[in-house]
């Protein structure tokens, strides 16, 4: 990201724009009111009982569909990691609403107060050679900073597995057997771990990172996503 000197140039050459309706914007990564509104939808994640034995509470910003999917798409996908400007716009939007939610769940509003640290779900390591990053980790590292939480590797996965779409919730949870394990050094004894993931579908993928960490002595984990497809 960042064009440095040249930035007044790119916006001349390329008028930042809304990435939902696609009208002009004041700045690059802006939005407009009415599509901001429209793709925020701060809200607790419902989690089944098996869920709910690793993971005390779960999160998410945004509903995953229109301009919010294909923001995601096209970073993980193509590689547009100029699209990480809407998405920090989306999340510093939607970080008051989700202080609210923390309050509401009892304990500190703020993430840096409530937890030590902060991990993504991790991409096996060729995955992440080929796409050249994270994408999780790109999501949320400018914005978990500015929030007071560190954004540690605390996981690997070491399994290559099959993309978990299109895959029912069992064929989802063998596809993941044994998947992910502590990373090298990791500090997860006695800590509390927010579990960052971009989009929250069934949430299997949340359980067994979530079991591992648990597994490897975390003292809570809660999941937080960007988007999800449960709609309440
Ligand atoms: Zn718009």
Known sequence: ?????????????????????????????????ACLRAALRVR????????????????????YEGAL????????YQGRTEHLYAIDTFLRAAAPMLC????????ARQLGARFDAAAAVPLHASREQQRGFNQTERIFAAWLAGEGLSLERLLVRVKETRPQYGLSREERAR??????????????????????????????????????????????????????????
């Open 1 to 33: 990201m960042g064009t440095g000197v040249l930035e007044p140039l790119w916006t001349l050459l390329f008028p930042p724009r809304c990435p939902a309706c696609g009208c002009y914007v004041e700045a690059r990564g802006g939005w407009c009111p």
């Open 44 to 63: 607790r994640l419902v989690l089944t009982p098996a869920q709910r034995g690793a993971l005390a509470a779960g999160w998410t910003l945004g509903v």
């Open 69 to 76: 999917r294909d923001l995601v798409r096209g970073l993980k």
């Open 100 to 107: 609210r939610l923390l309050q509401e769940d009892g304990g």
């Open 175 to 232: 596809n993941l057997e044994g998947a992910f394990a502590p990373a090298a050094g990791a500090a997860i004894r006695g800590r509390r771990i927010l579990l960052l993931d971009d989009i929250f579908t069934t949430g299997t993928t949340a359980l067994h990172c979530a079991e591992v960490l648990r597994g490897a002595g975390a003292a809570q984990v809660a999941v937080l996503t960007l988007a999800s497809g449960q709609n309440r």
